[in-house]
């Protein structure tokens, strides 16, 4: 059972009672995150530890999903790829769908007596359509809005400028909403299956179970099968690596409940990869193989195109592991160039900073050192229960309906 007790060690007596005081006036209010899966991805994992460490607290917080058709989550994943910066054709059709898929939920979602909403990513967003409001509402996007689509956005800012807040990952996510907007950086639970500490017995248990060979340095990138995590961008920067050290390639992958995506390009990541005897692709959710594959390797990849932030970027350097990832989105929020790991924007320099840590396993071990002491300082749980308590605190206590 999660407790905010157990986070004593990582972070001290003085912060444990801070959190405490500062929650003190939400004791006994009910909150509700709703988003639209329960696994596989970003989102998911950040619930499912704060959510039962606002209950720890005393303040009942509780979790929905969005349940949508397959229609419903093939428009929305465009959506998605549109805030990302893709063309959209956002015809009367998918408006119709987005919106009646809303509708129906709000008839099977009853939050009349909560005390603050929160909703999560573009799927749910025109829920606060259907409901007399008498709360906060708060929108927490996750997506790298950066060049997002103008009339994706033009569209969606009717519902957007309903809500009391927005809640974006970076400053230059910001637009020119009549809502105020505010950063809040996301975070990694240090002590979730996926980042404890484990034994090497175990991680090498683990490498061995799902047939990760460790003969050679492994080198990883751990994301949903997503364009925006570029997997087949890895394969090539990897090849150029494999050219000037050998080594071997693992990509663990898994499909979100509201990407209907996942399966294409996991069947051309396959393709890509096929004969290869140093690349595995592992197709599967495991929380303690994540933990043991980023323990086992010397460099962790993040070859993203767009991204919010990147959790796996916090969660590898967490586990003092030098990370080489694109300088897109909220990624450079977590690694300073040169210092904890490599900003990098093409394959090539991919490869070329992948080969210097193999080469170096002193500085890598240096940068692993000082990216381990980033995240504790700026990107665990505790920070981000801190900021949503603040957060809660200004919108509830002096809402007015
Ligand atoms: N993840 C996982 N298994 C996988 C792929 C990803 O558990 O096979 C987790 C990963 O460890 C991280 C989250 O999914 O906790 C991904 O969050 P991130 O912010 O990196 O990207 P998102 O998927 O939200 O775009």
Known sequence: MKRLVKYLPIIGERQLERIRKEAKPLEGKHIIHINSTYYGGGVAEMLNSLVPLFNDL??????????????????????????QGEDINLTAMKKKIYLEVNRTNSEITHIAHHDAVI?????????????????????????????????????LKTFIERYDKIIISKSTFKHNFKVPQEVIYPSIDPLSTKNIEMADWKVHKYMKKYGCDTDKPIISQISRFDKWKDPLGVIRAFRMIR???????????????DDPEGQKLYEQVLEAAKGDKDIKVINFENDTLV??????????????????????????????????AMNVGGIHLQIKNGYNGYLVNSEESTARAVVALLKNPKRAEQMGERGHNVVKKNFLITRHLMDYITLLKKHIIHYKV
Not at 132 to 149: E, G, V
Not at 293 to 316: D, H, N, P, Y
């Open 58 to 83: 005393g303040i009942n917080m509780g979790w929905r999903l969005l349940k949508g058709s397959p229609d419903f989550f093939s428009i929305t994943k465009k959506f998605h790829n549109a805030l």
């Open 119 to 155: 909703v999560h990513d573009p799927q749910p967003l025109p829920l606060i359509n259907y409901y007399k409001k008498t709360q906060p509402w708060i929108w927490r996007c996750h997506i790298d809005l950066s060049r997002p689509n103008r009339v994706l956005m033009n569209y």
């Open 243 to 257: 050219e000037k050290v050998d080594c071997r390639l693992v990509l663990l992958g898994s499909m979100a409940t």
């Open 291 to 324: 933990n043991a594959l980023q323990r086992a390797s010397a460099v962790v990849i993040q070859k993203s195109l767009k991204e919010g932030f990147g959790l796996t970027v916090s969660e590898a350097l967490w586990k003092k592991k030098p990370v080489v």
